[in-house]
């Protein structure tokens, strides 16, 4: 019996819909599986995520390093000075440069000193200063028109002191993200030896991996290529993470010297280690898992947090100081575990990464600075990256050397940290349009506007 046209119609429809759903179906199973082994089909239709796959980044500043080899004779060796200028002391005989372990934790550098000793770590204030700048000054209406969504805090830098204005905290991973950022905001402030020079701002950041308005200028975590009105901070990790083995960032540093001094290089697992939650990019992650399933060079896993395994499949950040590689994979955006990734003395192997912070100018992947390798964004070509650092251990180990040099003891250090924190508040300054007040006429009369940071924690 044959179908009438609007029975093949209908038909048609309902198969459609039925595929579409099927579809939908896989797409979920695939993003919110646990299964490290996934079918092909699964595979295939997984979303690559929220990124764009033709945006990737890639990062070399080398001219910010060769700048800092030129200015010193002991150029990057370890625990030696790895400065970039020289800044006359006060005496004017003597002049200054930036030494690990010296200054590393030296919250106080003066300008001149952040300036001379940390090149390159500016690139992106100065980025987003240059759009800023093609736009118009931000105005205080412009500010005032952000709706101040999940993990969003509008504060304010008066005479030196840090005052929070409005914030929209949801949960305490929320208000422990804000925070540890705001403490670190603070603690850049009140260790600035000039503290009268410090502009007076006001600005809106986020704590969220993805800017609900990343069209607006807002204060973030990290941005891609296209969102040009973000300016970046330094990751709330920098303060401290209230994660399985992490805590305060330069505790953490400190565990990776003391590791190192027990398991030197020559000691460490000749080893590709990687532990990371699947569904946070399921596509990107499985085809590292698929990468490196049964190589002898392979200890890549994946940990179930709320799984009864997850004692026997988590490693700290310090414990993956133990292997000779690292591999690093972003998650729903960008990953927070590369900075920790970089304390190690470690061959780090990364992707072309989508997302931006605000370090990541320094990345160099080839050349005689190369401070880490560069594999395919799906991984195809990392058995043969592993296996040239494998037969070349002493290009494996100068990577691992500048990767130290340049991340761990300097870029990275709570010294770097707090000269960006002030670069970033006086370059803001130089685009914001208004002078903020710390008091305000309202319908009650004059009332002070916002809270200080130490009564708000």
Same mark, same amino acid.
Not at 342 to 359: A, F, K, M, P
């Given at each position: 019996?044959?179908?009438?046209? %609007?029975?093949?119609? *209908?038909?048609?429809?309902?198969?459609?819909?039925?595929?579409?759903?099927?579809?939908?179906?896989? $797409?979920?199973?695939?993003?919110?599986?646990? *299964?490290? %082994?996934?079918?092909?089909?699964?595979?295939?239709?997984?979303?690559?995520?929220?990124?764009?796959?033709?945006?990737?980044?890639?990062?070399?500043?080398?001219?910010?390093?060769?700048?800092?080899?030129?200015?010193?004779?002991?150029?990057? #060796?370890?625990?030696?000075?790895?400065?970039?200028?020289?800044?006359?002391?006060?005496?004017?005989?003597?002049?200054?440069?930036?030494?690990?372990?010296?200054?590393?934790?030296? &919250?106080?550098?003066?300008?001149?000193?952040?300036?001379?000793? !940390?090149?390159?770590? &500016?690139?992106?204030?100065?980025?987003?200063?240059?759009?800023?700048?093609?736009?118009?000054?931000?105005?205080?209406?412009?500010?005032?028109? !952000?709706?101040?969504?999940?993990?969003?805090?509008?504060?304010?830098?008066?005479?030196?002191?840090? &005052?929070?204005?409005?914030?929209?905290?949801?949960? *305490?991973?929320?208000?422990?993200?804000?925070?540890?950022?705001?403490?670190?905001?603070? /603690?850049?402030?009140?260790?600035?030896?000039?503290?009268?020079?410090?502009?007076?701002?006001?600005?809106? !950041?986020?704590?969220?991996?993805?800017?609900?308005?990343?069209?607006?200028?807002?204060?973030?975590?990290?941005?891609?290529?296209?969102?040009?009105?973000?300016?970046? $901070?330094?990751?709330?990790?920098?303060?401290?993470?209230?994660?399985?083995?992490?805590? #305060?960032?330069?505790?953490?540093? #400190?565990? =990776?010297?003391?590791?190192?001094?027990?398991?030197?290089?020559?000691?460490?697992?000749?080893?590709?280690?990687?532990?990371?939650?699947?569904?946070?990019?399921?596509?990107?992650?499985?085809?590292?898992?698929?990468?490196?399933?049964?190589?002898?060079?392979?200890?890549?896993?994946?940990?179930?947090?709320?799984?009864?395994?997850?004692?026997? +499949?988590?490693?700290?950040?310090?414990? +993956?100081?133990?292997?000779?590689?690292?591999?690093?994979?972003?998650?729903?955006?960008?990953?927070?575990?590369?900075?920790?990734?970089?304390?190690?003395?470690?061959?780090?192997?990364?992707?072309?990464?989508?997302?931006?912070?605000?370090?990541?100018?320094?990345?160099?992947?080839?050349?005689?600075?190369?401070?880490?390798?560069?594999?395919?964004?799906?991984?195809?070509?990392?058995?043969?990256?592993? +296996?040239?650092?494998?037969?070349?251990?002493?290009?494996?180990?100068?990577?691992?050397?500048?990767?130290?040099?340049? !991340?761990?003891?300097?870029?990275?250090?709570?010294?770097?940290? =707090?000269?960006?924190?002030?670069?970033?508040?006086?370059?803001?300054?130089?685009?914001?349009?208004?002078?903020?007040?710390?008091?305000?006429?309202?319908?009650?009369?004059? /009332?002070?506007?916002?809270?200080?940071?130490?009564?708000?924690?």
């Amino acid at each position: 019996m044959l179908l009438r046209p %609007s029975g093949v119609l *209908n038909f048609l429809a309902v198969t459609a819909c039925a595929m579409f759903i099927a579809l939908i179906c896989v $797409m979920l199973y695939g993003t919110r599986s646990e *299964n490290p %082994s996934l079918p092909s089909l699964v595979k295939e239709v997984l979303p690559a995520g929220r990124c764009l796959c033709e945006s990737s980044t890639i990062f070399v500043c080398d001219t910010c390093l060769d700048c800092a080899a030129a200015a010193t004779n002991q150029g990057y #060796a370890h625990g030696g000075n790895i400065s970039t200028s020289a800044v006359k002391a006060e005496d004017k005989e003597e002049e200054w440069v930036f030494t690990y372990p010296r200054d590393a934790n030296d &919250y106080g550098l003066e300008e001149e000193q952040c300036q001379a000793a !940390f090149p390159g770590l &500016y690139e992106d204030i100065e980025r987003a200063k240059r759009y800023r700048r093609g736009l118009g000054k931000v105005s205080q209406e412009e500010l005032s028109s !952000f709706d101040l969504t999940k993990g969003m805090v509008r504060a304010m830098v008066y005479n030196g002191e840090l &005052y929070i204005i409005e914030t929209f905290l949801v949960d *305490n991973v929320n208000r422990e993200k804000a925070i540890a950022a705001l403490s670190s905001l603070h /603690r850049a402030l009140v260790s600035f030896p000039s503290r009268s020079l410090i502009p007076n701002i006001e600005f809106v !950041f986020s704590v969220e991996d993805l800017p609900a308005q990343p069209t607006k200028p807002v204060w973030g975590l990290a941005r891609r290529a296209h969102d040009h009105a973000i300016w970046l $901070m330094p990751d709330f990790g920098f303060w401290s993470w209230d994660m399985p083995s992490i805590g #305060a960032f330069s505790e953490v540093a #400190a565990e =990776a010297v003391e590791r190192e001094e027990v398991e030197p290089w020559d000691e460490k697992r000749e080893k590709l280690v990687w532990r990371g939650k699947l569904s946070y990019a399921p596509k990107l992650r499985h085809a590292l898992l698929d990468a490196a399933k049964g190589m002898s060079w392979s200890d890549v896993g994946q940990v179930k947090w709320d799984g009864p395994e997850f004692e026997e +499949q988590f490693l700290g950040p310090v414990d +993956q100081c133990s292997y000779m590689f690292i591999a690093h994979a972003e998650g729903r955006s960008y990953s927070g575990a590369l900075k920790y990734r970089q304390l190690c003395r470690s061959v780090i192997l990364s992707h072309e990464l989508q997302w931006i912070q605000h370090h990541h100018y320094l990345l160099a992947h080839s050349g005689p600075r190369q401070n880490y390798v560069l594999v395919s964004r799906d991984f195809s070509d990392l058995d043969e990256k592993m +296996q040239d650092l494998l037969a070349h251990p002493e290009k494996a180990k100068r990577i691992a050397d500048n990767s130290v040099s340049v !991340f761990r003891e300097r870029y990275l250090t709570p010294a770097a940290e =707090a000269c960006y924190w002030r670069v970033l508040m006086k370059r803001w300054k130089e685009v914001l349009g208004w002078e903020p007040e710390l008091f305000e006429e309202g319908k009650a009369g004059r /009332r002070k506007r916002g809270v200080r940071f130490e009564t708000f924690v």
